[in-house]
């Protein structure tokens, strides 16, 4: 099957500019999630949706981060305006049923801002 | 809230030894446990995860980790590393639903 789908790759921005992430999921999966993993540390999450709807966005930064998952399916993730700190991997997953208990990752997207 | 330490941030072995990455936890309800592996340019996989049952679990490529309740632990161990091995792994907690993850071990094999 199909694993979890992001792009871009890379990204390099200069800080204050915005930038956008999209993932696609594993087909039929409902729950889909994004981390931000800073060199040296593990993923912290930043989102988790239900189907299009928002869990926990606990701990996004909602002044310059938002986040979206229209028709349940694709979600993209927007930085705007982009600090120094933002600088980090940004990996989205997917589960089947939102239990968390096996998540499926990308191979996320890797955003430098100078 | 739940969480979990990883004691080492690098771990070198030589080939054909013994692997031990260490995790406590922190959990004020019955922990749902898990290790991950994260190799270079590639997102996260799960290796092995305990719910309930059985203390000693068995995951992919040869791992398997002890849920220790009295010692707050839940190491990951191979008995005999292989280069492949190298990568970051990660021990995670979930609470709420979610995922909390350990800061990673990085793990390197020697020759």
């Known amino acids: 099957e199909a694993g979890v789908a992001q792009s871009p790759r890379y990204k390099i921005i200069e800080k204050r500019q915005s930038v956008a992430f999209w993932c696609n999921p594993i087909s039929g999966h409902a729950t889909l999630y994004w981390y931000q993993q800073i060199l040296g540390q593990g993923p912290k999450l930043l989102i988790q949706f239900q189907n299009n709807g928002v869990v926990d966005d606990s701990q996004l930064p909602k002044d310059r981060f938002s986040a979206e998952r229209l028709k349940g399916v694709d979600s993209t993730l927007k930085i705007q305006p982009a600090k120094l700190e933002d600088s980090a991997v940004y990996l989205c997953?997917?589960?089947?049923?939102?239990?968390?208990?096996?998540?499926?990752f990308g191979s996320g997207t890797q955003l430098s801002v100078l | 809230a739940q969480s979990v330490t990883q004691l080492g941030s690098h771990v070198s072995v030589s080939e054909g030894a013994l692997v031990l990455l260490r995790c406590n936890y922190s959990?004020?309800?019955?922990?749902?446990l898990f290790w991950y592996v994260q190799y270079p340019n590639q997102g996260l996989q799960l290796l092995l995860k305990?719910?309930?049952?059985?203390?000693l679990v068995k995951g992919i490529n040869g791992f398997e980790a002890e849920f220790k309740k009295s010692e707050t632990s839940f190491h990951l161990t191979k008995p005999s590393a292989h280069m492949s091995d190298a990568a970051e792994y990660f021990c995670a907690v979930m609470g709420a639903q979610k995922l909390v993850f350990g800061q990673g071990t990085r793990l390197t094999i020697n020759p």
């Open positions: 959990s004020s309800v019955p922990p749902y």
């Open positions: 997953a997917s589960s089947l049923d939102g239990k968390g208990e096996k998540l499926f």
């Open positions: 305990y719910t309930t049952g059985a203390t």
